[in-house]
Every structure is written in structure tokens, then in C-alpha cells.
Nanobody, 122 residues
Framework: VQLQASGGGSVQPGGSLRLSCAAS????????MGWFRQAPGKEREFVAT????????DYADSVKGRFTVSRDNPSNTVYLQMNSLKPEDTAVYYC????????????????WGQGTLVTVSS
């Protein structure tokens, strides 16, 4: 499966952005999806993940209550709604896919999008 992330940009603290990740391939609905981010000089870290069915989700503590992951299987798209953004949310955001169960681990994802930059600054 090929992934294309979009929707990044610059926003002031407290603002919102919605990231999208469009997937190619006929079996998108069988993949668990994840969102990760990487700030300059830091390792890539887990943000959110959702099961293939969309029923279960998991969030990093740092974004819980502010970010929401969702998916639309018919359109092969997964979203990350980001509200109440903080400067520490500044990073390149990546979407990823894996067959099987959702996971927080970077190493367990087989497919990655190219990343989209989110900058939160006043």
C-alpha cells in the first residue's frame, strides 16, 4: 500500500489542523493505521493508532484529549484532527500502515507516507 500524507502547515498555539492520509490499494480496510511524528533532533514517536475496523484507537498521553484519529475505508483515507495545538506539537507527521493489530511501535509498521510538516508558533 502507498500512503500520501497532507494537511500540514503553520498555526498559532491553540489552533487546529486536520491531517489526511490517502492510501492506494484495494485492501486498505485490512490495515491498522498509525500516526507518528518526528521533531528536529528527536526520534520518531507514536501519536495515535486505529484498528483496521476503526473501532479501537490509542493515543499518546501527550495528545490524548486533543487529537482524534478517524478513517473512512470507502475512500481509503485516515485523518488526524489536531486541536488545541501547542508549540511542542511542532514536527513532521507521518502516517503508517500495518497488517494486523494496531500498534504503538514504529518498527511494526511496514508502509509509510512521506510526512507533512506541522509548525505551531506565535
Amino acid at each position: 500500500v502507498q500512503l500520501q500524507a497532507s494537511g500540514g502547515g503553520s498555526v498559532q498555539p491553540g489552533g487546529s489542523l486536520r491531517l489526511s492520509c490517502a492510501a492506494s490499494g484495494r485492501t486498505f480496510s485490512s490495515y491498522a493505521m498509525g500516526w507518528f511524528r518526528q521533531a528536529p533532533g528527536k526520534e520518531r514517536e507514536f501519536v495515535a493508532t486505529q484498528s483496521w475496523s476503526g473501532i479501537t484507537t490509542d493515543y499518546a498521553d501527550s495528545v490524548k484529549g486533543r487529537f482524534t484519529v478517524s478513517r473512512d475505508n470507502p475512500s481509503n483515507t485516515v485523518y488526524l484532527q489536531m486541536n488545541s495545538l501547542k508549540p511542542e506539537d511542532t514536527a513532521v507527521y507521518y502516517c503508517a500502515a500495518r497488517e494486523g493489530l494496531r500498534s504503538r511501535r514504529v518498527s511494526q509498521y511496514n508502509y509509510w507516507g512521506q510526512g507533512t510538516l506541522v509548525t505551531v508558533s506565535s
